[in-house]
């Protein structure tokens, strides 16, 4: 089944057709800057942007990036405050007449790497770790996801939470070196093999289309491995989710 899936990021907010049985992208991406706002109605003019350009007539999936609990954002993350308590499926089919299935963008990225990507069969604790504006983190136990898994909150040291410290948007913001910002990662990924001992790690988001120059700086005892899907994963994710919800009513299953 053809279902479009769409990314929302801080920085980017994209969308592609896809296959959501065979887990294939259909069409080029489709990007539009996030909006400076990163507000509920100027985001969702941007949805209905992305819907019109492929002139797409079902159901929507879309990986969000707060926590998202029964379609309702729960956190502002790096969003604009006026999104807490917001229910977006809503507000997404109001603006757009379609039906939409939102989930957080790391989850999202997790259900396309356990279903078609590296994750694929793995049991134990796969964790989906997307680097971008924000830490994103996806967990799935024997396969079941376990949602809204938020890593990046961790506080450390000064900092409120340890994706201002360890993110891609750290890197920018401060003028890092790709050598100085994974080594923040690698901390990142200490203190979660502490918290978590999961037994994979995927690395995922806009980031890690550079793992070959940065992979050396990662020192933990987990095996970290990166997402073939790369930054496709939350497009497809989504779609993936997209159509478990039409056949299943719900989201936490089996990947
Ligand atoms: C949010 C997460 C999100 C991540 C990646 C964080 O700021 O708290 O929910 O998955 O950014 O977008």
Redesign the pocket.
């Known amino acids: 089944m053809e279902i479009l899936g769409i990314d ?3 920085s980017g907010i994209k969308g592609a057709l896809v296959n959501a049985e065979t887990g294939e992208m259909l069409t080029e991406r489709y990007r539009i800057p996030t909006p400076s706002s990163r507000k509920p109605e100027d985001m969702a003019e941007v949805i209905s942007q992305i819907v019109d350009h492929f002139d797409y007539k079902g159901p929507v999936g879309c ?6 609990k029964n379609g309702v954002c729960m ?5 604009h405050s006026s999104w807490v308590g917001v229910n977006i499926d809503e507000l997404f089919t109001k603006v757009t007449g379609h039906e939409f299935t939102v989930l ?4 999202a990225a997790g259900y396309a790497s356990m279903n078609y990507g590296v994750g694929k069969g793995k049991d134990g604790l796969v964790l989906m770790i ?1 680097i ?7 967990a799935f136990y024997n396969g079941v996801l376990l949602p ?1 898994f ?1 890593l ?2 961790i506080p450390y040291k000064k900092y409120k ?1 340890i ?1 201002e410290w360890a ?1 891609a948007s750290a890197k920018e913001r401060e003028g890092l070196t790709l050598e100085r910002w994974g080594k923040r990662f690698n901390k990142f990924l200490k203190l979660v093999e502490l918290i978590i001992s999961p037994d994979l790690i995927i690395v995922g ?1 806009g980031t890690s289309k550079k793992w070959g120059e940065f992979n050396h700086l990662i020192t933990i005892e987990t095996d970290v491995v990166k997402a073939e899907l790369m930054n496709h994963a939350g497009i497809i994710g989504a779609a993936v989710a997209c159509l478990r919800e039409q056949h299943h009513g719900h989201l936490s299953e089996k990947a």
């Open positions: 929302i990021g801080g990986g969000f990036p707060t926590i998202v956190s502002a993350g790096n969003l957080n963008d790391a989850d997307t971008g504006t924000g830490l994103g983190s996806g809204n938020e990046g909150q939470k994706e993110a988001g």
